[in-house]
């Protein structure tokens, strides 16, 4: 068992951007294939407590946790490439740690001091940055610190990691992310901006001791020295980090730049044990070298901004490399879906995803997709509201409610085939109080979804507020809308499907949380051998 953890911290200079996440995320995969174990955490400095309330077009994804913390979408990179859950001790916000120093100030813990930013603010960063490694359980833990170096909001994180490189001597590394400009018009690389952001690095007393240069052209042996000799690390620590055709690539990359083993050496540790990413590169060849290709829809109200269904992309991305397809997006904004033009924007699709959201806004166009895919036979996987969303179209079109709807968008309807959860009607606070992280379904297996999860019991994480109204439950299945997967504890609806159609299930839970790199969740899997199905049965019809 580890008892003596090692603390790596990413920063960031130049421009936000860069690729924090995914270089420690890439670090903590070679690592991991090394035989160490890791976690990731990831310092948010922005003030709200967590971006639970934070709308999509602000900052993308809200990933959720299986302890049903709601954090920024890089720890879905995390669990992504490491293939291991992460939990809210991963993810700390200012807000978080502004709000833990307040509620003790009024418990009077700090025995009528003066509360101040050094050192009650620093303390309490460094205690929740030291939380997973206090577990003795994680050889190492890599922290990324949001924003960019000289940002105001980062300062207290910055001073919280000078001071604990003098608190944990020789268990500290400072690795610096920033940008090497290409200029066009003089046709050079440029290392003025690294040595300026490593200068104001430097002014807050970090010394990073690998830098590691995001660049568009390759960095020889010049640059590299000139980079080393004026921001004070050894040539072998300046690592080239070249734009990648996929985040997927960015382990393989590196690990050609010996990153893992700069670390290592580092800390005076073996460098010895072999790399194993047998399956990683297993993942890549089968991403880069499909046998087929299929269009897919994905209807969704945020589309102008796509790291808002970052988890969904991913995870289609994982299934078509499971299939050996390539899945080509059609991004659809459901605002501009109606009766009129949705046969032409659907109808030469494999496959459609409704992407999952919260509000009025585009809800009409959803439901109109759906009843088209429907109608169509065309494989549809509804996610969240996705699902809520086939339930109302299922309730107007076929049972014949045409003013069905979900209380969220209608509290006055007549038919309220969606309806808020009991436990949320007496809430009023926004933020952390929906249904969130895992829950347990059990699944008929007399389904589609049991001979796709092989299992009676599953357990999948949760984000939102309103469910089927059990009260329309028997006219739902009796019409044909079976739902074969269920809450044990309260009969909650959690998966519908018709068993009329080719592939059409929805989940009030959300898959894309819980695919990964190595394990690729078995409903996307599925989703995506469906459409590959229509679509080699299009090509028999058309070559008849």
């Known amino acids: 068992m580890p008892s003596n953890t090692k603390y790596i911290f990413v920063t960031g200079g130049v421009t936000s951007s860069l690729g924090k996440g995914i270089v420690s995320a890439s670090l903590a995969n070679l690592l991991q294939a090394r035989g160490h174990s890791v976690t990731i955490q990831k310092l948010d400095p922005y003030i709200n407590v967590d971006p639970g309330t934070l709308n999509p077009y602000e900052h993308g994804e809200c990933y959720v946790t299986e302890d049903g913390a709601e954090t920024d979408l890089d720890l879905g990179h995390y669990e992504r490439f490491l293939n291991t859950s992460t939990s809210q001790e991963n993810n700390v916000t200012t807000g978080r740690i502004y709000k833990s120093v307040i509620e003790k100030e009024r418990k009077g813990e700090y025995l009528g001091k003066t509360v101040q930013v050094i050192p009650h603010i620093t303390n309490e960063i460094k205690e929740h940055i030291q939380i997973l490694g206090k577990k003795g ?14 940002d105001i909001e980062s300062l207290p994180f910055i001073e919280a990691i000078r001071q604990l ?15 090497i400009p290409f200029l066009s018009a003089t046709g050079e690389l440029k290392t003025k901006p690294t040595q300026h952001s490593v200068k104001t690095l430097l002014e807050y007393g970090v010394q990073p001791h690998i830098l590691v240069c995001r660049t568009e052209h390759p960095l020889d042996d010049e640059i590299k020295s000139k980079i080393a000799r004026f921001c004070n ?97 059609k991004w659809i904004h459901s605002e501009s879906i109606n009766k009129n033009n949705v046969a032409e924007l659907i109808k030469n699709l494999a496959g459609v995803i409704v992407a999952p959201g919260f509000g009025q806004r585009g809800i009409e166009g959803k439901i109109h997709a759906i009843q088209y895919v429907r109608e169509n036979n065309i494989p549809f996987l509804g996610i969240c509201l996705g699902m809520q969303c086939a339930v109302v179209e299922f309730a107007r079109n076929v049972l014949g409610h045409k003013d069905a709807q979900s209380t969220e968008i209608d509290p006055e309807t007549p038919f309220a085939v ?29 389904s589609k979804v049991f001979d ?61 949380y819980k695919s990964t790199v190595i394990n690729p969740h078995p409903l996307f899997v599925n989703f995506i051998a469906a459409t590959t199905k229509i679509k080699k049965q299009e090509k028999s019809l058309v070559n008849e």
């Open 137 to 150: 359980i994680y050889d190492f833990v890599i922290t990324e610190i949001g924003g960019t170096v000289g």
């Open 165 to 179: 490189n003098w608190e944990l001597p020789k268990n500290v590394l400072f690795i610096h992310l920033t940008l």
């Open 233 to 329: 690390v050894d040539q072998t620590a300046v690592i080239e980090s070249i734009n990648a055709e996929t985040i997927y690539d960015v382990p393989i990359l590196m690990q050609n730049q010996k990153l893992d083993e700069v670390v290592l050496t580092h800390f005076g540790m073996s460098t010895n044990n072999q790399t194993d990413l047998t399956n990683w590169k297993k993942f890549l060849t089968n991403h880069k070298n499909p046998n087929q290709e299929v269009e897919i829809g994905l209807i969704g109200k945020y589309v102008e901004l796509k790291d808002s269904y970052k988890s969904i992309v991913e995870s289609i991305i994982h299934a078509g490399a499971k299939n050996r397809t390539n899945v080509k997006i």
């Open 418 to 446: 969606i309806d808020m959860m009991k436990e949320q009607k007496s809430i009023k606070n926004m933020g952390g109080t929906m249904r969130l992280g895992a829950y347990p379904c059990d699944i008929d297996k007399d």
């Open 452 to 512: 796709i999860y092989k299992s009676k019991a599953i357990t999948e994480r949760h984000r939102h507020r309103y469910e089927f109204n059990n009260s329309f439950l028997k006219s739902f299945n009796s019409n044909g809308m079976k739902t074969p997967g269920v809450n044990p504890a309260n009969n909650l609806v959690e998966i519908i499907e018709l068993s009329t159609h080719p592939w059409f299930i929805g989940v009030q839970f959300h898959p894309e």
